[in-house]
């Protein structure tokens, strides 16, 4: 086992690294027509291949559609018996849940396990957010509460960039072929459906957006989108009675049905619900988009049936309009690739353990570009970062937590050239 894993240098790198990506505005947009949907995940991109080719790697930069793929080669001895290729997975966009542009970050050494209050209204309260405990004494990163921080996901990033960096500087720990896989518009789920899969030449793969330290996420939601067209009918109001139907009406008929307790702020665990997300129109057409998630796609099923049964209530209750309802599966749940290669979480787990803690198995209330990558034949588990409250002005990161991300990647790469003795 290669000992001694140098903590303060992967600290000063990763911090610096992960400041210079934040100030970035790559905020993904789910309104642009270009692809990837906004220039600041391309200007990262070229900030990346810029930075990997000055390690020394040649050759690297993005594809006309913003994704990088980058490979260290093997330096397993002659005679050794090649190790499977792995992908460390990270994606360069941000949430448009909250403001992306002007980030300014703030370290917090030695935080003092104090409410940290970084605006008037936005504060990061212990007793709110009890993981901030754990790091009392230790550095933890902020924004300044005007917008998120972008932990979600250039916490992943800038740990995937370190750990290659060591692993170039530490040609003594042994690993087979590892490739980085850094994607784009993974916030609007658009991303995976122009993943150049025939470039993917990786056996199993590992993203880098989770959250709490220590821990894996081996399961997700089953995810679906549906998008309501609401069709009403205009006349003057003079005259209105018995003729005119107001789409604006329907669809807030439409959002009254949805169940209250099965919404994202009233439920956690295993249990899954209905968000609406985004709603426009006027008189004559409305359009509202809903997300409906679970962990059992029956279940999911069943609520998108309930969805078209709603609709069909709407439409007779206001004689006249219409309700188109269409459908979209955007992502499957992880267990079910996982299950069959128990070695890819097996190792995951010895990779943590070797930086000092127990590693934690948690379900994903949400979804990653790992799930449409296991979709695609590359089984992909999600691994911490050590951010926390993601889409939001209260993201924050742990940097203790962000150095054993890069210890857990380091190690992962070793471990797989290990196990193939």
């Not at 916030?187 to 899969?197: C, S």
Request: net charge negative; glycine share 10%.
């Amino acid at each position: 086992m290669e000992r001694g894993f140098d903590q303060g240098w992967a600290r000063d790198r990763l911090l610096e690294r992960f400041i210079r990506y934040a100030r970035l505005d790559t905020t993904s947009d789910r309104h642009s027509a270009t692809f990837p949907s906004s220039a600041g995940q391309l200007e990262l991109g070229r900030m990346l291949a810029a930075e990997l080719h000055e390690l020394g790697l040649a050759g690297v930069r993005p594809d006309e559609e913003g994704f990088l793929f980058v490979g260290l080669p093997a330096n397993l001895p002659a005679g050794r018996k090649a190790a499977p290729e792995i992908a460390l997975m990270a994606h360069l966009d941000t949430s448009d849940s909250a403001p992306g542009r002007d980030v300014r970050p703030i370290v917090h050494e030695r935080y003092d396990g104090k409410p940290i209050r970084l605006q008037q209204d936005v504060v990061l309260d212990p007793a709110e957010f009890p993981q901030l405990e754990r790091y009392v004494g230790r550095t933890v990163i902020t924004s300044d509460g005007r917008t998120l921080l972008g932990a979600d996901n250039k916490a992943g990033v800038a740990e995937i960039m370190t750990a290659a960096e060591y692993l170039l500087a530490h040609p003594e720990i042994p690993h087979g072929q590892v490739s980085l896989y850094f994607t784009v518009d993974e916030e609007l789920g658009t991303g995976m459906l122009r993943f150049p899969r025939s470039r993917a030449t990786a056996r199993y793969c590992y993203t880098f957006d989770g959250d709490e330290e220590g821990v894996i996420e081996a399961e997700c939601f089953e995810g679906y989108k549906a998008q309501l067209t609401f069709t009403g009918r205009s006349i003057h109001t003079g005259v209105g009675r018995g003729k005119l139907v107001n789409a604006i009406e329907m669809a807030a008929r439409f959002l009254a049905l949805l169940p209250g307790a099965e919404s994202p702020q009233a439920t956690d665990g295993r249990y899954g619900f209905y968000f609406p997300l985004e709603i426009s129109g006027s008189l004559e057409r409305a359009a509202l988009e809903i997300y409906v998630r679970d962990f059992e796609d029956e279940e999911a099923l069943r609520r998108l049936e309930a969805l078209r049964r709603m609709a069909q209530a709407v439409e007779a209750a206001h004689p006249g309009g219409r309700v188109e309802v269409v459908t979209e599966k955007q992502y499957s749940n992880l267990r079910r690739y996982l299950e069959p290669v128990p070695r890819v979480l097996e190792l995951l787990e010895r990779a943590i353990r070797e930086t000092g803690i127990e590693p934690v198995r948690r379900s994903i209330r949400g979804g990653t570009d790992g799930a449409r990558l296991s979709e695609k034949g590359i089984p992909t588990p999600n691994v911490f970062t050590g951010g926390h409250n993601f889409h939001s002005r209260q993201e924050w990161a742990a940097l203790p937590a962000m150095v054993r991300a890069v210890e857990t990647a380091v190690n992962l790469c070793r471990l797989w050239a290990e196990s193939e003795r």
